[in-house]
């Protein structure tokens, strides 16, 4: 069968109509295959040349590359409208709600830990206190001799204290501190008098159940100025609990207690009301279905420590109170179990946790309401 039996032409045509046919890219690929690939029809007729005379050549390969062109071009084509056309259908599918909200993108929260200590801060700094820091890890003079707390006194046995097992440089015992007090012995050596400040911070006690953690948190406040007496203390401690639990009809009940860095101290409760189980601050604690809450300790700073923070008691005098932030939290936000506070997990966070972005509502109110 000679080169010239061959109707290039029908051959282009037929060619042509098939890919004209082809409805899908894989099959369009199919036929490049079938025509152009390297056992394909076309590219067999390429060959043919090879063995043609000049003359022939000459007469039949323009034809053939005609062919292979015009095939090659349908091809192109064919892909680029089967493509367009599935890109349109696929438009006319997809739909995009320009209204639907935008996917939210995941953000930390604040830890109502942080949360309470910056509305402390916010209350006291209404009432003219800053804000002291003091080291967690704590010699024992600080933490209890200059508190009064000597030796042999059994406060010391009482506070569960977890000690380093070496002493500092002046041969002080080191220990994680117990309570936020030593702050006010480190700010009276500091600063000197008058003083107004808390002290917001982690305290430490080998102690561990639902509702003690062996590391807690306490804000302590501490006075000294001249004529202070039980009046300030009260006042300040009402002004503070009103503002924090945003309740006018928060009532206090000073009880006398015993503290060796206060004379006389005082444990304070706050009244609070039973409604469907749950404890509300708020109204006498004798009045019918009410009750009592111990809510934090307090005094009139001991003669002796203010001798300890080098001030001359004579002269100068003052108020001191500790209470615990976590139970602040626990009464504000309605957490049931401490525990919860310290174990890092992100689903009671995003349950009770604080958006970074949103005011807290003591900043925004206290100091700009009328
Ligand atoms: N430091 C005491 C405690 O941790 C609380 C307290 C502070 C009491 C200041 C009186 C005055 O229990």
Redesign the pocket.
């Known amino acids: 069968m000679g080169p010239q039996t061959v109707d290039y032409a029908a051959t282009g045509e037929q060619a042509l109509a098939r890919i004209a046919q082809a409805s899908e890219l894989d099959a369009l690929e199919q036929l490049r295959v079938e025509f152009l690939g390297k056992q394909g029809s076309i590219s067999g007729l390429l060959k043919t040349l090879g063995g043609m005379s000049a003359d022939e050549r000459l007469a039949i390969g323009p034809q053939i590359h005609a062919l292979r062109e015009s095939v090659s071009t349908a091809l192109a084509e064919r892909k680029q409208a089967l493509e367009d056309a599935a890109l349109a259908e696929q438009l006319s599918r997809d739909t995009l709600d320009l209204t639907l909200p935008a996917p939210e993108t995941p953000c930390g929260s604040i830890h109502p830990v942080s949360q309470v200590m910056d509305e402390l801060a916010e209350i006291f700094a209404d009432m003219g206190f800053a804000v002291a820091t003091g080291p967690e890890i704590e010699d024992d003079w600080h933490n209890f001799t200059a ?1 009064n707390i000597p030796e042999s006194h059994p406060a010391r046995a009482m ?1 569960d204290t977890f000690y380093f097992p070496d002493k500092d440089a002046e041969g002080r015992a080191m220990l994680l501190r ?4 030593p702050v ?1 012995i480190r700010s009276m050596l500091q600063h000197g008098a008058p003083i107004r400040i808390i002290a917001p911070g982690r ?1 430490y006690r080998s102690d561990s159940d639902a509702t003690h953690t062996p590391m807690f948190h ?1 804000v ?3 006075v000294i100025d001249k004529g202070i007496h039980l009046g300030h203390l009260k006042w300040t401690l009402e002004t503070f609990l009103k503002a924090f639990f945003e309740r006018e009809d928060i009532v206090l009940r000073l009880r006398p207690s015993y ?1 060796p ?2 004379e006389p ?1 005082v444990e304070v409760d706050v009244g609070f009301a039973l409604v469907n189980g749950k404890r509300v601050l708020g109204g006498s604690g004798d009045a019918a279905g009410h009750g009592w809450m111990e809510l ?4 009139m ?1 001991n003669r002796k420590v203010i001798e300890a923070g080098g001030l001359n008691p004579d002269e100068w005098q003052g ?5 615990g932030v976590d139970r602040l939290a626990m009464l504000k936000y309605g957490m049931d179990d401490l525990r919860a506070f310290f174990d890092g997990d992100v689903r009671w966070l995003a349950h009770y946790g604080f958006s970074p972005f949103d005011v807290p509502t003591l900043s925004a109110g206290v100091g700009t309401a009328a």
């Open positions: 508190l506070h117990t309570h936020t007090s006010q305290v306490q302590e406040g501490l503290f860095f206060t101290s934090l300790g307090s005094g700073v108020f001191a109170f500790g209470v």
